[in-house]
């Protein structure tokens, strides 16, 4: 069995690159991972098309080309892709959508890696090992940024000095817009609304962020210049005192690079809870009466009720709420946690619908008669970077 005309979807990482090779019409993908790229135990775990699952050791320590060249030649060599779509974290304001991948467009990537000094790079590696490779091969690139580019300046704008942003390009950009412009159109399908719709997408997981969404077009995010604002997240502590940074420099002696481990990596669920980031391991010790993980797990409730509510001001008119994300498309508990929170909106909420969707299940929570739609929809970045790049190039 072959791919029809396929499109390679890469997602590449730091020490990692997660990888779908998608067919024509999206129904049928051969999907993978490559990690611990850049040391001695890198593989590569990959599953075929019939679903069956292979691991593979990478020689040499396992670098970007290294590890591309065993997906495209070991692996996906008898499907031969006709583009290639690389998920790019941060496009500045530079890049509004789909963009086919030039020496130029490689060169802005590059450039913009003072705003996203872990991702850019790796994304570029990926970019220049398919060069390596496939030099003929058409590439585009598909932004997390480019899908909040519709923000009106009253939304991204910080108030701060305006040559801060007029110099340094310093505002809010917001990430994860992959997968809210998947999940919105989707929710428009699900919904069949025949006029034009108002969406609150909340994509939840170990990263967090909630975006309105208008007739197709972000309005607002929750996310800023960096991927830190914002929702309390996995390891993350989203919005907090900007002076506390001063605070703790002064008082504990933390530098800013120890302050910016401490809000990203040790804090959030863990750092409240110090139990856990999953929320599945939360869940168990809130049950088992720890008070420090029930507190973790209503903070993160409140917090991401607290910003849809605010994100409704975005909005001219609000049809309903799409939960996504491992949390949003598995947590039932949470979801009605934070449903509990939205009142002032009318939402009213089918527990027993609620407690079926998850684990890949698509579908509706409203009960009848809620003001709001309430929705649950699995996310495909992977096809929504084949469909963006595919349309690019005109495929």
């Avoid at 799409?322 to 039932?332: D, I, K, L, Q, R």
Wanted: aromatic share 6%; net charge negative.
């Amino acid at each position: 069995m072959s791919l029809t005309n396929p499109t390679l979807v890469l997602n590449c990482g730091s020490s990692s690159i997660k990888y779908a090779l998608i067919s024509e019409d999206g129904n049928t993908r051969i999907e993978g991972l490559a990690e611990a790229l850049g040391n001695p135990d890198a593989r590569i775990k990959h599953k075929n098309l019939d679903g069956s699952k292979v691991e593979i050791n990478i020689p040499n320590s396992g670098a970007h080309t290294e590890a591309l060249q065993i997906i495209l030649g070991e692996l996906i060599a008898e499907h031969k892709p006709v583009a290639v779509g690389h998920r790019v974290v941060h496009g500045g304001d530079k890049f509004k959508s789909a963009t086919v991948i030039t020496p130029e467009v490689l060169a802005t990537i590059e450039e913009l890696a003072s705003l996203a000094p872990l991702h850019n790079p790796a994304n570029a590696s990926g970019i220049k090992a398919i060069n390596a490779i496939y030099p003929d091969l058409p590439q585009v690139a598909i932004f997390d940024t480019a899908f909040h580019q519709t923000m009106p300046a009253h939304a991204y704008r910080y108030a701060i000095p305006k040559e801060l942003y007029t110099e340094h390009q310093i505002r809010r950009y917001g990430f994860h817009g992959t997968s809210h412009n998947y999940v919105s159109n989707r929710a428009n399908t699900l919904s069949g609304q025949d006029s034009k719709t108002g969406w609150l997408v909340a994509h939840l997981g170990n990263g967090c962020s909630a975006t309105a969404v208008y007739d197709g077009q972000s309005l607002d995010t929750s996310m800023g210049l960096t991927p830190l604002e914002g929702l309390m997240m996995g390891t993350r502590s989203g919005d907090i005192d900007p002076s506390i940074h001063l605070h703790l420099h002064r008082t504990l002696g933390l530098s800013i690079q120890e302050i910016d481990t401490l809000l990203n990596k040790k804090s959030g669920l863990l750092g409240v809870s110090g139990v856990s980031n999953d929320m599945r391991n939360l869940e168990q010790a809130d049950k088992e009466g720890n008070a420090d993980a029930t507190l973790a797990l209503d903070m993160f409730a409140y917090r991401v009720a607290k910003y849809l509510l605010g994100l409704t001001a975005g909005l001219p008119v609000l049809t309903g709420i799409a939960f996504t994300g491992g949390v949003g498309e598995n947590g039932a508990d949470m979801r009605a946690k934070i449903v509990s929170h939205l009142k002032h909106l009318g939402v009213q909420i089918d527990t027993a619908k609620n407690a079926e969707l998850f684990r890949g299940a698509e579908g509706s929570f409203h009960a009848e008669g809620s003001a709001v739609e309430l929705w649950v929809i699995p996310t495909d970045e992977e096809f929504q970077i084949a469909s963006e790049s595919r349309a690019v190039l005109g495929l």
